[in-house]
């Protein structure tokens, strides 16, 4: 039973722009805090943004000023805008409903120079 689905990676070139899309059921989204987090390979997971119900964000610093994290409750979707995308950014990216511990199936966001 899939919980979160996510959508929207891909490849693209250094300074470009993806959005990221993860799509909750109704009753998940409305109790949880929402987080993106990403993994590259050989390192390990990564917290990289979260939202609360209240819509209160947080970022971990190297992406603050270059990523958001809204969410729509009318569609139940949380999204990761990305912005000015650097290569260090490569990595798996998972979304996490932070009350329940449920996670999406990654996707995978590849910046090339």
Request: aromatic share 8%; charged share 15%.
């Amino acid at each position: 039973q899939v919980q979160l689905a996510e959508s929207g990676g891909g490849l693209v070139q250094l300074g470009g722009s993806l959005r990221l899309s993860c799509a909750a059921s109704g009753s998940i989204f409305r109790l949880n805090a929402m987080a993106w987090y990403r993994q590259a390979p050989g390192k390990q997971r990564e917290l990289v943004a979260t939202i609360t119900v209240g819509g209160t964000t947080t970022y971990t610093d190297s992406v603050k000023g270059r990523f958001t994290i809204p969410r729509d409750n009318a569609k139940n979707t949380v999204y990761l805008q990305m912005n000015n995308l650097k290569p260090e950014d490569t990595a798996v990216y998972y979304c996490n409903a932070v009350t329940n511990n449920y996670w999406g199936q990654g996707t995978q966001v590849t910046v090339s120079s």
